[in-house]
């Protein structure tokens, strides 16, 4: 039987008037804009009155992306959360046109005065003096080469790097300093930088996941619709091995009931492209994120949306999210525990299970010293 807050969503779309129905939004992972809780005055379209405008619909169903210069005057962000290896972290992008539905960074968007919906995947904020500032960072007198990781928040090789290469920028930096990084992403732009990545891999300073989610080519547009393709993370998996750049495949989400029963061949294939670790992470859905997943799952698994949900919250205590250290990334009870234990036989059985060794910090050095 569906849980209330699922019940109450049907009921909601079968009273709503179709032709007062805000146009599926083609190429993005959210189909709705959830209320921002910090915002006093929300703004929505009227979409009843404007049913007939074939151009603002069409508008409507096609959101832009727009990119707004994000002048804060620093790049390294500090955490303290017993969940996540590292303590400092580089992100170029505030938001992220990757588009992930299930994206747990959708609600740090709402601290900007956005939605978590579209807005995160379509108005991006790009922080223009990314390798300025960290290259300030690591000129600081009192640091000593901590990790560092690119990617804490949202992915640092989204598609416009490509153009900007901020992350390149910021990776320049850290070669030339010998900065210990660890780079995660679900982009194979991230084998373009080969070349400084071989130069931190020379200082044992650098370690790089990609995250795959599912092999499943159709699943992986709709559920993250401008990411690499799984194929292409692969490659870009293979290619780094091959550069002897120490790497590893994460399985992030993990989704009871969508692609946890991937986890077997997503390793299988990782470790055929060379990879020599492998991670997952448990779907969490956070505040305003579970509104737009399971939207989601209405809209694109209709007939396994309530199984699916149901699945979620067994892992979860029955919520869709849990914000208890040390559960928040593996969830509880008997389907989590299947999940892991899947994960566990998998990984060893692919030689995977081992953990990659800790970088060295050893020889760094400060910006623009040359011994």
Not at 93 to 109: D, E, K, M
Not at 111 to 125: N, P, Q
Not at 162 to 175: D, E, K, N, S
Request: aromatic fraction near 8%; proline fraction near 7%.
């Amino acid at each position: 039987m569906p849980h209330a807050d699922a019940e109450q969503r049907q009921m909601d779309r079968a009273d709503v008037d179709p032709s007062a129905r805000f146009p599926e939004v083609r190429g993005r992972g959210a189909g709705v804009q959830p209320a921002n809780p910090y915002v006093a005055l929300q703004l929505e379209p009227d979409v009843g009155q404007a049913a007939d405008d074939a151009e603002f619909m069409a508008e409507c169903a096609r959101p832009r992306t727009t990119y707004l210069e994000d002048l804060s005057e620093t790049i390294v962000s500090c955490n303290e959360s017993p969940d996540i290896f590292f303590r400092y972290s580089v992100n170029p992008y505030r938001g992220c046109v990757h588009g992930c539905s299930y994206c747990y960074a959708r609600p740090t968007h709402e601290y900007l005065g956005f939605s978590a919906g579209w807005d995160f995947e379509t108005k991006v904020l790009v922080k223009t003096r990314a390798p300025a500032l960290f290259r300030r960072w690591l000129a600081r007198p009192s640091w000593d080469g901590e990790l560092i990781a690119f990617s804490g928040v949202t992915d640092c090789y989204q598609p416009v790097e490509r153009r900007l290469q901020l992350t390149r920028g910021c990776l320049q930096a850290a070669a030339e300093c010998r900065q210990p990084v660890a780079v995660i992403t679900k982009n194979a732009l991230v084998a373009r930088d080969l070349d400084l990545l071989r130069e931190l891999a020379a200082h044992n300073a650098v370690r790089v996941a990609l995250s795959v989610t599912t092999l499943d080519q159709g699943l992986a547009r709709a559920l993250e619709p401008r990411t690499s393709a799984p194929a292409a993370r692969l490659e870009a998996l293979s290619a780094l091995a091959a550069a002897g750049i120490p790497t590893e495949v994460m399985i992030a989400p993990v989704i009871p009931g969508l692609n946890d029963s991937e986890i077997p061949a997503i390793l299988a294939a990782a470790r055929a492209a060379g990879a020599r670790s492998a991670g997952y992470l448990l779907l969490r859905l956070p505040t305003s994120v579970g509104e737009v997943f399971t939207d989601w799952l209405a809209r694109r698994r209709p007939d396994a949306a309530a199984k699916i949900e149901r699945l979620i919250r067994e892992t979860r205590g029955g919520a869709l999210s849990s914000a208890r250290f040390g559960e928040r990334q593996r969830g509880s009870g008997p389907r989590a525990e299947q999940i892991a234990q899947t994960f566990r036989v998998f990984s060893a059985k692919y030689g995977l299970a081992d953990r990659l060794p800790p970088l060295e910090s050893g020889a760094f050095r400060p910006p623009g010293s040359l011994f």
